[in-house]
């Protein structure tokens, strides 16, 4: 194996399939010439031919190296590039970088995953993460929400996930062949009654979701140490140098993307 | 052969420079009609070098980290090192910086190489300017470190001292010719430091910038200083680019015949600097990425790297077209 010349040199990746979860996401299946190991949490950056680099989470479980999967909304520029690709075209990943969600944290606690929009991708490859060793940790709870019936992704694997997992799911705005929970996210927390001692909670969403799931996942009664923030920011490098994506004194990409809550609670402006 | 301290006439100085010019591309100052500049030494331009003074106007970094480069292409060319001479102490601090930015978890192969092949023969100053005020942040207007060689200039030739072994390497051709640097030598340094540091407080003594300016940033996260003084940016980048740690970058892609990965300086005080897919950013108000840059300059830096990111070197004061004094901005929050 060639060691690449420049920290930022990507290997190829052929789209090998495009699963169109939604009217603005779609999932892509990458199989990189080289396979690509990283923790679930973990991110790479992915080039765009033409349009330039992006860092997005796997959605796939971080066992599976010789196929990788992200799941990706179409809201900018460079990801509407990535929605005018084909399958067959060759994208490129470099990565992985970041920590990633610290398991063996989680080990012997039930887990609270509070996820919104496309959040749910790297909660995905959380939740595969956690099912392969599902006697490691207590309950598992995921509560979901998407902007509309419509924004749902993975629809055709939520049966299979609310077999091994208590599933709760709601929608910002519903329609007329919607029956389930409408409201946002932490309208579904009222309802979930955790062991507050022996949990953690993991929040993973839109800055604005992330913040309110945060306070009202404190008012619950959790503690700061215990809620996991998958956090965002602008980023190019992905390995401490450009400072786009720092929060205060940490680098997003090389002392997160997981924060624990106590490490960022006095900080100004974390919410972004 | 570190730390040893000779004397050098000004004619076996020219003949050393002759040498070196031969195996580096040599770096040095250069009087120009708008201050100082870093420019190759020639034959016809080796007599006109200025070694004291002030800093040159091109932060070091210009050459280090290019402020555009393919960084997928061909590595840093390690055999045409540079030797920068007439570096001055606030520049020195500056790469400290650089090179814990570029060398930590992910060291830069490009950076890495020309700092590795490149040598520094820095030289104390002897004229500060209005904009100097390394005093202010902790510095001083003579190295004390960082340097392969340091020159201070002296009547008839310069106080050579050694800070490491390639510098050391750098004198053997002429080693024999050297005098160790004797009693008058020292005092006639130590003279030269005690005054340009008068001078630089002197330009400075309106400033009362007493304590840790860490703290002093720190605690003033709501200040109204920073709208004050963000009222005349009209956000050009020129105190990014001008300073010498200020190291941000982007990247953008160009693909042609092959992928072009192209490396370039970014500035936080643009508006898009930080902007998301979904066109979220968290500094949307120029008062707001104004107060960033002060944040990552006296706290974010420190925190990262153990030392203060900014050095004094006034070239932001110098660059602004409104006018902003970092001094002043500093002066208008609460110690």
Known sequence: ?272 | MANERYTIGNDLWTNLLEQWAGKFRILAPQREKRGLYLRPVTRENSRSIVYGEVRAAQPLKTFLLPPLEDVTGPPADAAAPVLFLGVKACDLSALSILDRAFGGDFPDPRYQTRRNAGLVVSCDCSDPIETCFCTLVGGKPFPAQGFDLNLTPLEGGFLVAVGTDRGGALLKDVEARLAKVDKSGEQAATRLHEKTEKNVNRRNKEWTLSGSLKNRVSGEWESEAWAKHAGTCVECGACNHACPTCHCYFLDDITQKRLTRLRGWDACLYSGYAVTAGGGTPRPRLSQRFRNRYFCKFKYLDDNYGQCGCTGCGRCIEGCQGKIDMRATLQDLKP
């Open chain 1, 1 to 272: 194996m060639d060691k690449p010349t420049s920290p930022y040199q990507s290997q190829p990746a052929v789209i090998e399939k495009i699963i169109p979860e939604t009217q603005g996401i779609k999932t892509f299946v990458l199989k990189p010439e080289r396979p690509f190991s990283f923790r679930c949490g973990q991110f790479a950056e992915v080039t765009i031919p033409d349009a330039g680099e992006a860092p997005f989470a796997p959605s796939s479980s971080c066992h599976e190296t010789e196929r990788l999967e992200f799941t990706v909304q179409n809201v900018g520029y460079m990801t509407k590039r990535l929605h005018q690709m084909k399958e067959g075209d060759t994208l490129g990943v470099r990565g992985p970088y970041g920590n990633g969600f610290p398991l063996d944290e989680f080990g012997g606690k039930e887990l609270l995953l509070v996820i919104g929009g496309v959040g749910f991708p790297p909660a995905r490859a959380l939740l595969y993460s956690l099912l392969r060793e599902k006697d490691r940790y207590g309950r598992i709870v995921m509560c979901y929400g998407a902007r509309t019936p419509a924004d749902v992704v993975y629809k055709y694997q939520l049966d299979e996930i609310r077999r091994q997992v208590e599933f709760l799911i709601t929608v910002d705005r519903a329609d007329s062949g919607w029956s389930g929970n409408v409201g946002v996210v932490t309208t579904l927390l009222d309802g979930v009654k955790v062991d507050l001692a022996e949990s953690a909670a993991v929040v993973i969403g839109p800055p604005v979701m992330m913040k309110f799931s945060t306070l009202k996942l404190l008012e619950m009664g959790f503690k700061p140490k215990q809620i996991y923030l998958s956090m965002e920011r602008k980023m190019y490098c992905g390995v401490g140098q450009c400072r786009h994506c720092m929060i205060d004194r940490f680098f997003i990409c090389k002392d997160g993307p997981v924060f624990r809550y106590d490490a960022l609670k006095n900080l100004p402006d974390i919410w972004g």
